[in-house]
C-alpha cells in the first residue's frame, strides 16, 4: 500500500488557523474557542467558545445554544439577521431567540411577538401592557397576562382577538380583560329555546394531510406487458413493490411495443389483471386514499424517432425532443428472491374466471420450459436477456408505435375491459397510448391530429365514464374536443365532463417543455392551423377555468439556469420575479403558476434538483402567515389540490353557521358528503344530520359559509349537553376527509366544533 505523505509547511498550518491574527475559517468551518478551525461540537458550540466572528458557530441537539442575541437556523446555525431569526424561515427557539415584527414576519403558532420583536410566551412577550404586538403572534390576556389592547376581547382561553370567538359572552368571553360584544354576529349563540352554543377555537394545521385524489405521486414505474412479464425482473420488482410505496396516488406507466403489430394476448392481459389487483389490495388492507394515475403508450424515446416537421421555434422542438423521462424501468437492479417468491405465491392465473385458456396458463407457468426457454432471447420483438444473479430475465423492448391506428384501437378495445374492472382506484387515464412516452408528440399518430382524434374517441367510449381522461396539452385539449364535437355531439358532452390535462414539463421554461408555444402547431396534418399551443399566459388563463372542473398535475423538471431573483426579501422582489421570470424554477412563480392553473399533484422524487432550488430560496422568506414550519418543498406538497381548513361556527335564529376555506391550489373534483353529528356528552346518543351542500362547488381561498337549519332538530333534544361534529366523507372510498387543523379527529365523527347546551335540562 502507498502513502501520500503532506509536507509540513507553515502556509499549510496557517489553514487551520483563525481569529485576530490569522483571519476567517474556510466556509462551513468554526472558529473555536483557542482558535483552530474545525466543524465538531469542539470548535462549533458557543458554550465551548465559539467565535462567530471569524467562522460558522452551529446550534442544536448535537452543539447547544446560540450565544445571548443570536438565533439558531432552520440548519442549525448562529446569526442574527432574517435568515436565521424567522419562524417562517425555520428558526429554533429552543436553541436561541428567534424574531418577529415587520423584517422577520410572525411568530410560530401558540407564540407571542415582545414589543421589541423577540418570540415567547411569557407575560413579557404576551402581555399588551408590554407591548406584545398582535400582527406579528398571539397576544394573551387574564390574570397573569393584563388586559386586551383597546377594541379587543378576551376569550375563555385567554387569547385576544376581534371575532365572535373571542368576544361573545356565551363563547366565554372575559370582560374584567377586555371588551366583549353583542348584536347579531355575537349574541347569535342565543337561543330563544333556552339552548346555548359554545364553537370550539379552530386552530390552522401546516402538517401534509393524507387525502385523496390530491399531493405528491408515488411508484413512478414503467412496465412492459408481455406474454413472459412473470419472469421480466422489472416486471416482478414492480409488482412487489405496490404495496411499500407512500399513501395516496400512485403512477403506473405500462409499455405496450411487444403487439405494436398485433393484438395483445391473453397471457398479457392476465399478468396486467393480476398487477392492477395489487393496486386493489393495496387500497384494501394498507392505504384507502390508493387512487391510480394510469397510462399505456408504446415508444419511450430509446430507438430512433419518427422525424416530424415543427412549425414550432428550435427552442420548443429542442425541449420537447430531448426531454428525458423519469419513470423508472430498471427493477432488475432492486428485485430481490422475496419479490420473486411474492409474485409466485399470490399470483392468479385464474383472476378472470370467464376466460377459457387461462386453464393452460396455469399449468404452464411454473414450467422449466417456461424460465429456461432459450427462445427469449430469439424474438421478432423485445428481447429477453437472463440475469444469472438475480434468477429472471431483463427485457430490452423495441419501442415501435403501431404503424396502423386500428392496432392501437384493438388494444383500447381490450385493456380497457380489465382497467374498468379496477374503476374503484383508477382515477384518471393520461394519454392516447401516442407519442414518445405517450405524450402525444415526436411520432406518427403522435403528431396526428386524425389518430389522436379517433383514439381519444375510442377511450372515451370504452372508459367507464368514472374515471378522468388526460391530454398533453391545452391545444391538444381543444383540437381533440372540438374534432370529437364535429362527429357526435353526446360523445363531446361526455367527454369534457371529465377530459383533463398533464403537463410533464412542469416549471421547466416558458413553454414548459412543448405545452405552450407562440402560436405554433401541436397536429403535423392540422393543415389549416386550426389548433394552435398559445403563448403561456393565455393557456395559464385557459387552464384558471377548466381546472376548476378537472383535475391538472404532471411532472416536475429543474433546469440548471441561474436566477437572480433566488435570494429575495422584499415583497416588491417577489412581484418583480413573479410578472417578469427570470427561471421558471423559482418558488415564487412555481407556487404562484400552480395557483393559477390548479395544479392537484406531481410527482415526489424527481426532480430532486428543482426542490434544492425551491428550499434555498425559500429559507430566506416567504410571505405566507404562520407557514413557518414548513419547507419549500413540503409547502408545495400541502397545497397540491384541496386543502381544507375549519375556521369557525356559530348559531343565529336555530341556524348552525360552519365557516371553512379551502386553500389549497384546486378544488376537490369527486364529491364528499357532509354530515352534522350531534352526540351526547353522556350517552351514546348521535343525531346525524346531512348537510345539503356541494364541495366541488366550494370557492378557492374565500371564506365559505355553510348552513344548517336545526329548528326541528333542536326540539328532539333532551340531553344536556351535546358535542358537535362535522364530518366531510368520501362515499366511494369510505374515507373521512381530514382538515388542516391541529383540533382533534375524532374516529366516525370528525371535527369536534362546538358544544350545544340544553339549558332546561340543567
Known amino acids: 500500500m502507498t502513502f501520500t505523505t503532506i509536507p509540513f509547511s507553515y502556509e499549510y498550518y496557517l489553514l487551520f488557523k483563525c481569529g485576530s491574527d490569522y483571519g476567517k475559517c474556510p466556509a462551513g468551518q468554526c472558529c473555536s474557542k483557542k482558535g483552530y478551525c474545525g466543524k465538531t461540537a469542539a470548535y462549533c458550540s458557543t458554550s465551548n467558545g465559539c467565535q462567530s466572528e471569524f467562522g460558522d458557530c452551529k446550534c442544536g441537539s448535537d452543539f447547544g445554544k446560540c450565544s445571548a442575541g443570536q438565533c439558531c437556523s432552520k440548519k442549525g446555525y448562529c446569526g442574527k439577521t432574517a435568515a436565521y431569526c424567522s419562524t417562517s424561515n425555520g428558526c429554533q427557539s429552543e436553541f436561541g431567540d428567534c424574531k418577529c415584527g415587520s423584517d422577520f414576519g410572525k411568530c410560530s403558532a401558540g407564540q407571542c411577538c415582545s414589543k421589541k420583536g423577540y418570540c415567547g410566551k411569557t407575560a413579557a412577550y404576551c402581555s399588551t401592557s408590554n407591548g406584545c404586538q398582535s400582527e406579528f403572534g398571539d397576544c394573551k390576556c387574564g390574570s397573569d397576562f393584563g388586559k386586551c389592547s383597546a377594541g379587543q376581547c378576551c376569550s375563555k382561553k385567554g387569547y385576544c382577538g376581534k371575532t365572535a370567538a373571542y368576544c361573545s359572552t356565551s363563547n366565554g368571553c372575559q370582560s374584567e380583560f377586555g371588551d366583549c360584544k353583542c348584536g347579531s354576529d355575537f349574541e347569535d349563540t342565543i337561543l330563544p329555546s333556552k339552548k346555548n352554543y359554545i364553537p370550539e377555537i379552530m386552530e390552522e394545521s401546516y402538517e401534509e394531510l393524507y387525502n385523496p385524489y390530491r399531493g405528491w405521486f408515488h411508484g413512478s414505474i414503467t412496465v412492459d406487458l408481455t406474454d413472459n412479464a412473470n419472469i421480466d425482473c422489472n416486471f416482478i420488482y414492480a409488482f412487489g413493490s405496490v404495496r411499500k410505496y407512500q399513501p395516496g396516488l400512485q403512477y403506473l406507466g405500462i409499455r405496450l411495443s411487444e403487439y405494436y403489430n398485433k393484438r395483445i394476448s391473453t397471457e398479457a392481459l392476465v399478468l396486467l389483471d393480476n398487477l392492477l389487483n395489487e393496486y386493489k389490495k393495496r387500497k384494501e388492507s394498507i392505504d384507502p386514499t390508493t387512487q391510480l394515475i394510469l397510462r399505456f403508450y408504446y415508444d419511450s424515446g430509446s430507438t430512433t424517432l419518427t422525424k416530424k416537421s415543427l412549425l414550432e ?16 424501468d430498471n427493477g432488475e437492479l432492486y428485485v430481490t428472491n422475496e419479490d420473486i417468491e411474492y409474485m409466485k405465491k399470490v399470483f392468479n392465473p385464474n383472476i378472470n374466471i370467464n376466460n377459457k385458456n387461462l386453464e393452460n396458463i396455469a399449468r404452464d407457468n411454473n414450467s422449466e420450459e417456461k424460465i429456461q426457454f432459450t427462445k427469449l432471447s430469439k424474438r421478432e420483438n423485445g428481447h429477453f436477456i437472463f440475469l444469472e444473479k438475480e434468477k429472471c430475465y431483463k427485457y430490452i423492448p423495441t419501442d415501435r408505435e403501431p404503424e396502423d391506428v386500428n392496432i392501437i384501437l384493438e388494444h383500447v378495445d381490450q385493456l380497457f375491459d380489465i382497467v374498468n374492472k379496477y374503476k374503484d382506484i383508477v382515477y384518471i387515464y393520461q394519454g392516447a397510448f401516442v407519442g414518445r412516452w405517450g405524450e402525444m408528440h415526436s411520432t406518427k399518430h403522435g403528431g396526428s391530429l386524425a389518430s389522436c382524434t379517433k383514439i381519444m374517441e375510442a377511450i372515451n367510449k370504452k372508459t367507464d365514464p368514472s374515471i378522468f381522461l388526460a391530454v398533453r396539452t391545452p391545444c391538444h385539449y381543444r383540437g381533440i374536443a372540438n374534432e370529437i364535437k364535429k362527429i357526435n355531439e353526446g360523445d363531446y358532452e361526455s367527454l369534457i365532463k371529465r377530459l383533463s390535462l398533464f403537463n410533464d414539463g412542469l416549471f421547466y421554461s416558458e413553454i414548459d417543455a412543448g405545452t405552450y408555444g407562440g402560436y405554433g402547431i401541436c397536429f403535423e396534418d392540422d393543415k389549416e392551423m386550426q389548433y394552435l399551443k398559445k403563448p403561456r399566459n393565455e393557456e395559464i388563463e385557459f387552464q384558471n377555468e377548466l381546472c376548476l372542473d378537472v383535475p391538472n398535475g404532471g411532472e416536475i423538471i429543474s433546469n440548471t439556469n441561474s436566477d437572480k431573483y433566488e435570494e429575495i426579501y422584499e415583497l416588491s422582489d417577489i412581484k418583480e420575479a413573479i410578472a417578469h421570470p427570470d427561471n421558471y424554477n423559482n418558488f415564487y412563480v412555481c407556487e404562484d403558476y400552480s395557483k393559477n392553473i390548479h395544479l392537484s399533484y406531481f410527482n415526489d422524487e424527481y426532480d430532486r434538483a428543482i426542490f434544492d432550488r425551491w428550499n434555498i430560496t425559500f429559507s430566506k422568506q416567504i410571505y405566507k402567515p404562520n407557514w413557518n414550519t414548513v419547507c419549500a418543498e413540503d409547502y408545495m406538497g400541502h397545497h397540491l389540490g384541496y386543502r381544507y381548513v375549519l375556521r369557525d361556527s356559530s348559531i343565529i335564529n336555530n341556524t348552525l353557521n360552519i365557516s371553512l376555506e379551502n386553500i389549497g391550489f384546486a378544488p376537490a373534483y369527486k364529491f364528499f358528503k357532509s354530515e352534522l353529528l350531534l ?37 328532539q333534544l333532551t340531553e344536556e349537553n351535546y358535542d358537535v361534529f362535522f364530518n366531510l366523507f ?15 379527529y375524532y374516529e366516525n365523527y370528525g371535527y369536534k366544533i362546538g358544544v350545544l347546551t340544553n339549558e332546561n335540562k340543567k
Request: charged share 30%.
Open 730 to 744: 368520501d362515499p366511494e372510498l369510505e374515507y373521512d376527509i381530514k382538515f388542516a387543523n391541529t383540533n382533534e
Open 679 to 715: 352526540k351526547s356528552s353522556t350517552t351514546d346518543n348521535v343525531l346525524i344530520i346531512d348537510i345539503d351542500t356541494n364541495n366541488k362547488n366550494w370557492s378557492l381561498n374565500k371564506n365559505i359559509t355553510i348552513t344548517v337549519n336545526l329548528e326541528n332538530e333542536l326540539s
Open 313 to 328: 421555434s428550435s427552442i420548443l422542438e429542442i425541449e420537447e425532443e430531448t426531454f428525458v423521462k423519469k419513470e423508472l
